[in-house]
């Protein structure tokens, strides 16, 4: 087969190093890629967000499947377009990625599947949204509706934080992402993440996860798009697994079906697990970056299988293989990340560096320039390892990362603590 994947960060190079090992795969296209891409599979300069675009090329390249890496072509509609010219296609509808675009959409759908979640209020004027905080008070968590590149939650611990973030958001801090807020009840908890295959009917669950969003160690300073993960995620147990199923994915998967926007390719589940009992804190409907590297470590080749069963709507028969291992991916990051960092600086040592089934370095912002590998973006390099223990998976990683040599860049020296 002819395969294409959209996307550009380290979450794709994971993909395509999976599906590169499938036999399945004649010739892998990435659009647009980045350099280690580069290395494995075919890069194309596409514009991923036109559908009419990437249906072209499809045609001019005799593409036989497409897997959609990002959210942002899903909420553009590009899997519509592209089912609608006859290709298989890995990846919601525009109508099934609301899960992801919209916040108040999620609360209403879970409040029909009885899914549990955080009680919440939805707010399009800044009057009502103040006096909901007035009468909650602190704790209280303020999102902006729409995407936000993970940025629009606020965790409010006093009421006048959250009276300014109300603010923030109507005076256009988040642009029309924030024209509508969802306020809600604190949870307290563990957080972890949870991959689960939909194809419209059936459900597979591929892995768990949990990753580190605070940019230091101990988890401090500031949110990030994550800087490092690991699978599997220990809280989240056989027993939660199954009632997160049970109370969770399959009610909103048959609400989905039921209003005629099933929703088909990776769900993942963020659950907030107190307790013994999971509730939803958001839907993604794409596989989390860095989570989709561990979760891609464990299972290997299988991946395409199980995505194109998923595509094809046989996931009723479909079966993980699994092995009794664990995966963790230390996120190498530009000095400065995730304020204002430089883009250029050389990245040395990558060709000596182990690549095999227990190890890998992703990339996620690199680039060429000459003959040599730069850094083009905040997230950079996505070291990935695979042990018999997590402690085993972290002590690989963090022996590949003390061989990069790039002085302009910095990591966290202790993904994996909880679980560990
Ligand atoms: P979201 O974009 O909805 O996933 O929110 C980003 C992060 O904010 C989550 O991963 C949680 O760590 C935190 N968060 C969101 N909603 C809540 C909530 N209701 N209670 C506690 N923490 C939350
Ligand atoms: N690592 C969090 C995300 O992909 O949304």
Known sequence: MNILILGSGGREHALAWAVMQNPK?????VAPGNAGIAAIADCADLDILNGIAVVNFCEERSIDFVIIGPEAPLAAGVADDLRGAGFKVFGPSAAAAQLEASKAFTKEICDAAGAPTAAYGHFTDAAAARAHVEAHGAPIVIKADGLA????????????????????????????????????????????????LCDGEDVLPIGTAQDHKRVGDGDTGPNTGGMGAYSPA?????????????????????????????????????????????RLVEYNVRFGDPECQVLMMRLGAQAFDLIQACAEGRLAEARVNWAEDHALCVVMAANGYPGSYEKGSVIGGLD????????????????????DIIATGGRVLNVTARGVSLAEAQARAYDTVDRVDWPEGFCRRDIGWRAL
């Open 234 to 278: 220990p809280v989240l147990s056989d027993a939660v697994a199954a009632r997160a199923l049970d109370e969770i994915v399959r009610p909103t998967m048959a609400e989905m079906a039921k209003r005629g926007t099933p929703y088909q390719g990776v769900l993942y589940v963020g659950l907030m697990i107190k307790d013994g009992a999971p």
């Open 352 to 371: 000596a560096l182990p690549e095999d089934s227990a190890n890998m370095v992703f990339h996620a912002g690199t680039g060429q320039s000459g003959g």
């Open 25 to 29: 795969c004649d010739r892998l296209v």
């Open 149 to 196: 590149a993970g940025k629009g939650v606020i965790i409010a611990m006093t009421q006048a934080e959250a009276l300014a973030a109300v603010d923030t958001m109507f005076d256009g801090a988040f642009g029309d992402a924030g024209a509508e807020v969802v306020i809600e009840e604190f949870m307290e908890g563990e957080e972890a993440s949870f991959f689960v």
